[in-house]
């Protein structure tokens, strides 16, 4: 049953996955939309957009770490307890991302990081000590995906839906601590160090977002961002015009005049339009 449980959701990530990497349409369908799930009521896509992924790499990075970490989680808590976990984790992270983006009705995602993350502090609420990587202890390793989740979402470097990770890692958490109090007493150290910033974190993004949106690079601040969907359609803004600058360079020189990173760009732009 340890290893059953897992094995399930893993089958089902890849078979679900594997049809949206070939049909756009149920992609779309059943990925995480601001637009559709608000206005349309269509909750449904918290749960289904959790099964969806971007590509091979994204859904074999979160199938890997699933693995490993839900044989100790359901043989510790049952697998009832796992289920609990595993989906609880994923629509508190994706509630998080709704709320956040609510303003921006064209933001949309996937994954199964958020469920996958909540497997993974469960573990470290109750496992804090296990070794990882390197023999690098699992709560060090908490402090440190915490960190990098801040960072991610400070800068927005990325599509990466940081706040949905750090939203399902803490609900993981708590849910572990709840399921098994004794943890808060025994492991209260590892559990405060990981869980303060967190929650500080997401308190201050909810109630002051401005404060914490700052520019990719380290002392730039020439741009002033007032909320997370400021920053995300400035962002959108400055990506149309360098589409607009490639397909100008196309007209004029042809197609064999672009650059390799300029190629990119414009296929990644063709990716996720059509």
């Known amino acids: 049953m340890v ?7 893993i089958i089902a990530n890849v078979i679900v996955s594997w049809k949206g990497f070939n049909d756009r349409n149920f992609y779309e369908r ?4 601001v637009e559709k799930i608000r206005i349309y009521k269509q909750y449904y896509r918290l749960i289904t957009s959790g099964f969806l992924h971007v590509n091979w790499m994204h859904l074999i990075f979160n199938m890997i770490a699933l693995y490993f970490f839900s044989g100790s989680v359901e043989s510790f808590f049952g697998p009832v307890q796992f289920l609990l976990i595993y989906f609880a984790s994923m629509i508190g992270g994706d509630l998080l991302s709704l709320f956040i983006h609510r303003y921006d009705s064209g933001y949309s995602s ?4 958020g469920a996958v993350a909540g497997i993974i502090f469960a573990a470290i609420a109750v496992f804090p000590g296990m070794r990882m990587f390197f023999g690098i ?25 940081h706040e949905s990770h750090l939203a399902g890692a803490l609900t993981g958490m708590l849910l ?11 492991n209260y150290l590892p559990i405060l ?10 308190f201050i993004i909810v109630t002051r977002p401005h404060v914490l949106l700052v520019d990719n690079n380290f002392f730039k601040t020439q ?14 803004i400055d990506k149309e015009k360098e589409i607009d600058r490639i397909l100008d360079k196309i ?9 390799q990173k300029e190629r990119e760009t414009l296929e990644q732009h063709s990716k996720t339009t059509r």
């Open 3 to 9: 290893i059953g449980l897992s094995l399930l959701l």
């Open 30 to 33: 059943y990925e995480f939309s």
């Open 110 to 113: 996937v994954g199964a990081s």
């Open 137 to 161: 202890p699992a709560w060090i390793f908490g402090l440190a995906y915490v960190l990098y989740s801040i960072y991610g979402i400070r800068s927005r470097k990325n599509n990466v839906g």
């Open 176 to 186: 572990g601590i709840v399921m098994f109090p004794e943890s808060l007493v025994e």
């Open 193 to 202: 160090l990981i869980g303060v910033p967190s929650l500080v974190f997401i």
């Open 223 to 236: 741009k002033r961002y007032y909320s997370v969907d400021h920053r995300y359609n400035a962002d959108k």
């Open 251 to 259: 007209s004029k020189k042809g197609i064999k005049s672009l650059t």
